[in-house]
């Protein structure tokens, strides 16, 4: 009985170690920054969203930090410290449009949400660029995607620092992101 | 916005405009309008003579941020908490941004 009981434990503590090892990557902190960070260029920019035979281009998949719940947090703290919120709120809008919503007039994918945020928009977006280094950049886009729930539960933030003023990330149910029309105003000449 | 023929005109956040006897309080007559109506009527006379009364349906600045910007009402803060303070209004009325005359009878 001892030595199954002996056995069991093994086991067990088999188990453990190999979840702590395995099951923490959500966790991860990268120290480095992203290959092309601190380097002040646009990792994944381009200059139109043109692409042959028209229509929507193909996905070019997730952003550097959407795995990554460490990187989202830190996207939620700084979406704060750059005055994100200054127009946006907590993402129901005021100035700014909102960000909780299914409309996105400039596109969903991390890099539209990375140029948009880089590059400014008309009618009141300014441009962040050599603002705000690449890498934290790129975890601001992660947090402005977990707020429409585009992100998996277990990465977008749970909680706030401060009051709750919206439903946590995680439980914001899943906007399927629209094309709202671009306003004329906005419109180049 | 009263009148000398003892007509007064006023509209609604929901975006009614009437007409009421500024003596018994009667409503003589309403129309309803494609916004809510915050701005004041205003009476003149045609260059044909008549007279008429024009108003401005829609609603905005802070109170009205949340139909016009189309916000999003989960968020309590958002539009300095105008949005959760006038939570309702989307059920109310739409967007807006007409001028609506009306010729008097």
Redesign the interface.
Same mark, same amino acid.
């Given at each position: 009985m001892p030595s199954r009981f002996r056995e069991r434990r093994g086991l067990f503590s088999a188990l453990l170690l190999a979840l702590s090892l395995f099951a923490c990557k959500r966790e991860e902190r990268n120290f480095q920054g992203l290959p092309s960070g601190g380097t002040g260029t646009h990792p994944r920019v381009r200059e139109v969203a043109l692409v042959a035979g028209g229509g929507a281009s193909a996905d070019s998949g997730p952003g550097p930090y959407e795995e990554n719940a460490y990187a989202v947090s830190q996207g939620k703290t700084l979406y704060n410290q750059y005055n994100c919120s200054g127009c946006h709120f907590q993402g129901g809008g005021g100035i700014g449009p909102p960000l909780m919503d299914a409309d996105w007039i400039y596109g969903s994918r991390p890099e539209n949400i990375y140029e948009t945020i880089a590059e400014g928009r008309p009618n009141g977006m300014p441009s962040f660029d050599g603002k705000i280094v690449p890498d934290q950049l790129w975890q601001i886009v992660a947090y402005v995607r977990s707020m429409s729930g585009l992100l998996r539960k277990d990465v977008a933030p749970g909680r706030n620092d401060d009051m709750q003023v919206r439903p946590q990330e995680q439980s914001t149910k899943k906007a399927k992101p629209m094309q709202s029309a671009i306003p004329k105003s906005a419109e180049l000449p | 916005m009263a009148t000398a023929g003892d007509v007064v005109f006023y509209g609604t956040m929901e975006g009614w405009f009437k007409a009421l006897d500024a003596k018994s309080g009667k409503l003589l007559w309403q129309f309803k309008t494609g916004s809510g109506i915050i701005g004041q009527p205003v009476v003149y006379r045609g260059p044909d003579g008549k007279e008429y009364v024009a108003v401005l349906s829609g609603v905005g600045g802070w109170a009205g941020?949340v139909v016009a910007?189309?916000?999003?009402?989960?968020?309590?803060? +958002? +539009?300095?908490g105008f949005?959760n303070a006038m939570k309702d209004l989307p059920q109310a009325t739409t967007k807006g941004g007409m001028l609506y005359a009306f010729a008097l009878p």
């Open positions: - | 941020a910007g189309g916000l999003d009402i989960r968020d309590s803060s +958002a +539009a300095l949005v």
